[in-house]
């Protein structure tokens, strides 16, 4: 049992369409990341959410950090080819050690023109 | 560059051999992590260390071993290895609980 379930696991769309991935758990984190990793490559952060509540934009993408810190979500607006990836939610649980990073098993998107 | 390197980038190897991944940072990041990626579970932990001479166990530390005698060098030694340790390795580290992740090692046990 993953301690991060991440949803849905596969997700094809059309290029301008909108996309939510979620990141869920029934434990409480300090923070959490979404990486994005591409074929042949290692993940690469693109954000930390680290606030109950906190909602952060970058560009057409925005992350939710929830309430109770034990979920997060990640909104795509207007699809493009390029962000197609495999997007990881990460965190370190409270109880696990303030640097430990767990991970979930991921969303492999693709868009599609 | 600076960051972290992995080697070697492809690995093949017989069972019962012994085998050791290696990686390297170019910064002082206390804390560094050992994980695989399989199909179907994502990334997960094997060993993480702490500082040098302080490693424990993650997720799925059975069959490897850990040393950390230098801040920058993190090698993981498969000590026999089994068709199962067959994946992609990645090692990370990590500074006010962000990641870096170094390419990975293909690593395939025949």
């Known amino acids: 049992t993953q301690l991060l379930e991440q949803s849905p696991q596969f997700l094809s769309i059309q290029e301008g369409e909108n996309l939510t991935v979620y990141c869920n758990s029934s434990?409480?984190?300090?923070?959490l990341q979404w990486y994005r990793q591409e074929p042949g490559e290692g993940p690469v952060l693109l954000v930390t959410v680290v606030t109950g509540g906190e909602v952060k934009k970058l560009k057409r993408l925005t992350f939710q950090f929830g309430d109770a810190r034990k979920d997060s979500s990640l909104h795509i607006t207007a699809a493009q080819p390029g962000d197609t990836g495999l997007y990881l939610c990460?965190?370190?649980?409270?109880?696990?050690?303030?640097?430990?990073?767990?991970f979930g098993a991921g969303t492999r998107l693709a868009v599609h023109p | 560059d600076a960051g972290i390197t992995q080697s070697p980038r492809y690995k093949i190897t017989e069972t019962g051999r012994q085998v050791t991944l290696m990686c390297h940072q170019t910064w002082s990041h206390s804390y560094m992590f050992w994980y695989r990626q399989d199909l179907g579970h994502g990334l997960r932990l094997i060993y993480y260390?702490?500082?040098?001479?302080?490693?424990d166990k993650g997720e799925v530390p059975d069959g490897y071993v850990v040393s950390r005698s230098k801040t920058e060098n993190f090698p993981l030694t498969l000590e026999s290895a089994t068709r199962s340790q067959t994946s992609v390795y990645f090692c990370?580290?990590?500074?006010?609980?962000?990641?870096?992740f170094g390419q990975g090692t293909r690593l395939t046990v025949v």
């Open positions: 260390s702490a500082a040098a001479d302080i490693t």
């Open positions: 990460a965190g370190p649980p409270i109880s696990g050690g303030y640097n430990k990073l767990i």
């Open positions: 434990s409480v984190f300090s923070s």
């Open positions: 990370a580290s990590s500074f006010r609980e962000k990641g870096f």
